[in-house]
């Protein structure tokens, strides 16, 4: 009985810490907005509803307030499904002009009377007229500053290199900047210098409203809360999953009455499905196979079904989501289709939830991606990929209490 208590004392004080661990962190992100006025915004390059709705929620919040506001995530095809959002097409595919060069001039004891520029060629050329004295070389200097941002944030996203090439071309910059990392994977890496991670939200979207409704919430519009429910619901299958909670459910319902417009978004992510991703369905659904309860589930699409079907590799994503919801008791779905040009070249597309790890099921193939979904080619035919890459994740399934 005691050895009970002393783990409940235990498992309360632990709790404790972690309340009081996340309101420190939400204060720190308040300091860091009021601080900050040239602001990045990222998230993963494997765009998703959920990714891309909280990262442009926070864009449009942070304009709001009067800062300069950068989004960028690496070019993804499948994001196209949420141009629907407001400021989507504010989202840019790299980082430019990371550097400012300043060029400084002493005007002290001296009256500016006029400044003009123009350009000879290739040179860039500042005329300055004074009434008063006149300038040496001395008077000039110049120097490069560090970088044109200030902050930071990456929203849904486990691990840096998850930015893809918005990372790999910039390193430099998420190790001089102070990040502000916002998530509710549990395998977060806690990168940043402010973690905000909660598991028990159910999206990343649910975790930004709270954050900005504590901060500002006047400044919460119909905008910022269409992309907010969009997060939700994407990331829910339109509150299908069972991971649902009464605090989900809340959220939900007060987004629904500042404005989101949960009819514009369920129209454009559940109801515009085109025919021919229908018939693509329907051949993958016919040779669908599944091991282990059907916790693991597998099928493969051919070059024939996607040129019968007038389909392509960008409509897989859609199948992966249908599969999520209508079995919600599966935890690895694995796809594998044909190149496009034919040949024995099969692509393989590997999604793990609750807690599993795609790229460690798969890496003795090579794979890219993230612990979510995996990706990798195999030069040989579908039929001996998908026997060599289900032999191989079931014998991990295997060592694993699924």
């Given at each position: 009985?005691?050895?009970?208590?002393?783990?409940?004392?235990?498992?309360?004080?632990?709790?404790?810490?972690?309340?009081?661990?996340?309101?420190?962190?939400k204060q720190?992100?308040?300091?860091?907005?009021?601080k900050?006025?040239?602001?990045?915004?990222?998230?993963?390059?494997?765009?998703n509803?959920?990714?891309?709705?909280?990262?442009?929620?926070?864009?449009?919040?942070?304009?709001?307030?009067?800062?300069?506001?950068?989004?960028?995530?690496?070019?993804?095809?499948?994001?196209e499904?949420?141009?629907?959002?407001?400021?989507?097409?504010?989202?840019?595919?790299?980082?430019?002009?990371?550097?400012?060069?300043?060029?400084?001039?002493?005007?002290?004891?001296?009256?500016?009377?006029?400044?003009?520029?123009?350009?000879?060629?290739?040179?860039?050329?500042?005329?300055?007229?004074?009434?008063?004295?006149?300038?040496?070389?001395?008077?000039?200097?110049?120097n490069?500053h560090?970088?044109?941002?200030?902050?930071?944030?990456?929203?849904?996203?486990?691990?840096?290199?998850?930015?893809?090439?918005?990372?790999?071309?910039?390193?430099?910059?998420?190790?001089?900047?102070?990040?502000?990392?916002i998530?509710?994977?549990?395998g977060?890496?806690?990168?940043?210098?402010?973690?905000l991670?909660?598991?028990?939200?159910?999206?990343?979207?649910?975790?930004?409203?709270?954050?900005?409704?504590?901060?500002?919430?006047?400044?919460?519009d119909?905008?910022?809360?269409?992309?907010l429910?969009?997060?939700?619901?994407?990331?829910?299958?339109s509150?299908?999953?069972?991971?649902?909670t009464?605090?989900?459910?809340?959220?939900?319902?007060?987004?629904?009455?500042?404005?989101?417009r949960?009819?514009?978004?369920?129209?454009?992510?559940?109801?515009?499905?085109?025919?021919?991703?229908?018939?693509?369905?329907?051949?993958?659904?016919?040779?669908?196979?599944?091991?282990?309860?059907?916790?693991?589930?597998?099928?493969?699409?051919?070059?024939?079904?996607?040129?019968?079907?007038?389909?392509?590799?960008?409509n897989?994503?859609?199948?992966?989501?249908e599969?999520?919801?209508?079995?919600?008791?599966?935890k690895?779905?694995?796809?594998?289709?044909?190149?496009?040009?034919?040949g024995?070249?099969?692509?393989?597309?590997?999604?793990?939830?609750?807690?599993?790890?795609?790229?460690?099921?798969?890496?003795?193939f090579?794979?890219?991606?993230?612990?979510?979904?995996?990706?990798?080619t195999?030069?040989e035919?579908?039929?001996?990929?998908e026997?060599?890459?289900?032999?191989?994740?079931?014998?991990k399934?295997?060592?694993?209490?699924?």
């Open positions: 009985m005691k050895r009970c208590r002393r783990n409940h004392d235990r498992g309360r004080k632990s709790a404790v810490a972690r309340i009081l661990k996340m309101l420190n962190q720190q992100f308040f300091e860091q907005i009021k900050a006025q040239d602001i990045l915004i990222t998230f993963r390059k494997t765009w509803g959920d990714s891309v709705s909280s990262a442009l929620a926070l864009y449009l919040f942070l304009k709001k307030l009067g800062k300069k506001v950068e989004i960028a995530a690496e070019q993804f095809k499948q994001g499904a949420f141009s629907f959002l407001p400021a989507h097409n504010e989202i840019k595919y790299s980082i430019d002009n990371l550097h400012k060069f300043i060029i400084s001039l002493d005007i002290a004891d001296r009256k500016i009377n006029q400044i003009k520029y123009r350009i000879d060629e290739n040179t860039l050329k500042f005329i300055i007229t004074v009434r008063d004295g006149k300038f040496t070389q001395e008077d000039i200097n110049t490069i560090d970088y044109k941002y200030d902050l930071i944030f990456v929203l849904d996203t486990s691990d840096l290199e998850s930015l893809g090439k918005i990372y790999e071309e910039n390193t430099e910059l998420f190790y001089k900047l102070p990040i502000v990392n998530d509710h994977h549990s977060n890496e806690e990168f940043g210098q402010i973690n991670i909660n598991l028990t939200a159910v999206a990343t979207s649910e975790i930004v409203f709270s954050l900005l409704k504590d901060y500002s919430p006047d400044a919460l119909e905008d910022i809360a269409t992309c429910l969009t997060g939700m619901i994407s990331k829910t299958r509150f299908k999953t069972p991971n649902i009464p605090q989900s459910l809340s959220v939900a319902a007060q987004l629904i009455s500042m404005g989101a949960r009819e514009e978004i369920n129209n454009n992510l559940y109801r515009s499905r085109a025919l021919n991703t229908l018939k693509l369905w329907g051949r993958i659904l016919s040779r669908l196979s599944s091991s282990f309860e059907q916790k693991f589930v597998w099928s493969r699409i051919t070059h024939y079904d996607f040129v019968e079907t007038g389909t392509n590799e960008s897989v994503d859609d199948i992966v989501d599969l999520i919801i209508n079995m919600p008791q599966v690895v779905i694995a796809l594998f289709y044909e190149g496009l040009n034919g024995p070249v099969t692509k393989a597309m590997i999604h793990a939830i609750k807690g599993l790890d795609a790229l460690e099921l798969t890496k003795e090579n794979p890219s991606g993230t612990k979510n979904t995996a990706q990798f195999l030069n035919s579908i039929q001996e990929a026997k060599r890459v289900v032999n191989a994740i079931e014998e399934l295997k060592k694993i209490s699924l």
